[in-house]
């Protein structure tokens, strides 16, 4: 098992552009959260999706919107880029009734410049 | 206030020292209590998980939970070079899925 996957690894974007983000969840797990880690801070939550929706939202502006597709993988779209938005974006899968994330990815490091 | 505060760090320690992590929390509802271990360049590790209050003990990592005083903590005895990381602790409450994590401690071990 592979567990939590996800591409790109390192991307570099310009200020102003869109950047999509994927996740493909732990074999077995039907629930995908996103998390963004800015250098020297802990994860704050972006969202979490089951059965391809959007079941609930962190304090995160429209900018930041995500897709779930029929086989749980999932997607992190992220609109006219800031520098702030420069971080370690984490994907992390779970079973709908756990109450713990046990799975995370290795991240998407993003830098806007 | 943040809902999370985590002990500012780096902390140094010498090889088989005993670490105490310790972090305090604002949100009464808060149930479910994590510590988790991330590695330079790598996605966090779930190394610990209470519900409530009380301790847990899995080898050489004790969690403690006070929730009349809102704070948590994590021991490692023994500690190794290999544990040398950053720890995050984090929490949630029932209703919400989302976790709240702490800003991390970073740990150095020296053989």
């Known amino acids: 098992d592979a567990g939590v996957t996800q591409s790109p690894t390192h991307l570099i974007k310009t200020r102003g552009q869109q950047v999509t983000l994927r996740c493909s969840p732990k074999?077995?797990?039907?629930?995908v959260s996103w998390y963004q880690q800015a250098l020297g801070q802990g994860p704050q939550f972006i969202f979490q999706?089951?059965?391809?929706?959007?079941?609930q939202r962190g304090n995160f502006p429209d900018r930041f919107s995500g897709h779930q597709f029929p086989n749980y993988s999932s997607e992190l779209n992220v609109n006219a880029l800031l520098l702030g938005d420069s971080a370690l974006y984490l994907c992390?899968?779970?079973?709908?009734?756990?109450?713990?994330?046990?799975?995370f990815g290795q991240g998407t490091r993003l830098t806007v410049v | 206030q943040k809902e999370v505060e985590q002990d500012p760090g780096p902390l140094s320690v010498p090889e088989g020292a005993i670490v105490s992590l310790n972090c305090t929390y604002s949100?009464?509802?808060?149930?479910?209590f994590m510590w988790y271990r991330q590695y330079s360049r790598k996605g966090p590790e779930l190394l610990m998980y209470?519900?409530?209050?009380g301790n847990k003990e899995d080898g050489r990592f004790t969690a403690q939970v006070d929730k009349s005083s809102k704070y948590i903590s994590l021991f490692i005895r023994d500690s190794q070079p290999s544990d040398s990381a950053t720890y995050l602790c984090?929490?949630?409450?029932?209703?919400?899925?989302?976790?709240?994590f702490g800003k991390g401690i970073t740990l150095s071990v020296r053989p």
């Open positions: 074999s077995g797990h039907d629930t």
């Open positions: 992390a899968s779970s079973l709908v009734w756990e109450r713990t994330e046990a799975f």
């Open positions: 209470t519900y409530s209050s």
């Open positions: 949100n009464s509802a808060f149930q479910y």
């Open positions: 999706y089951y059965e391809e929706e959007e079941r």
């Open positions: 984090a929490m949630r409450d029932g209703a919400n899925s989302k976790l709240t």
